[in-house]
């Protein structure tokens, strides 16, 4: 698992081993979706930056429809979007959104 974290006195914290633990196992599913959506979109790397996008969501490709979204809970993924454009930008989306997509689903 690589280096423990450890304490100003090079030992081992315990509440900080388990806390990196707890955030590991809450990521795997998140690893686990990458994993699958990267065997279920083999093209995704000739699908090319929307530079005309009009709506956020576009920003997402072709993992948009895995996340059957209503138009409520369109409207609110909107909102995350844009704020990571306004974070990072459109671009980052773009080239991030298989991650993103995965923490989501």
């Known amino acids: ?5 450890t ?4 030992r081992p914290n315990e509440k900080m081993v388990e806390s990196y633990q707890r ?3 809450n990521y795997i ?3 686990k979706n990458i994993d699958d959506l990267d065997e279920k979109y083999p093209g995704k790397y000739k699908e090319e930056y929307p530079e005309d996008w009009k709506d956020p969501l576009e920003l997402y490709g072709c993992y948009l429809e895995e996340l059957h ?3 409520e809970e369109k409207a609110k993924e909107r909102i995350t979007i844009n704020e990571f454009i306004d974070r990072h930008s459109a671009k980052w989306v773009w080239e991030n959104r298989m991650w993103l997509v995965a923490e989501t689903i």
């Open 23 to 25: 955030a590991l196992s």
């Open 69 to 71: 979204l209503n138009e």
């Open 7 to 10: 304490d100003s006195k090079n």
């Open 1 to 5: 698992m690589g280096k423990k974290p």
């Open 29 to 31: 599913p998140v690893l």
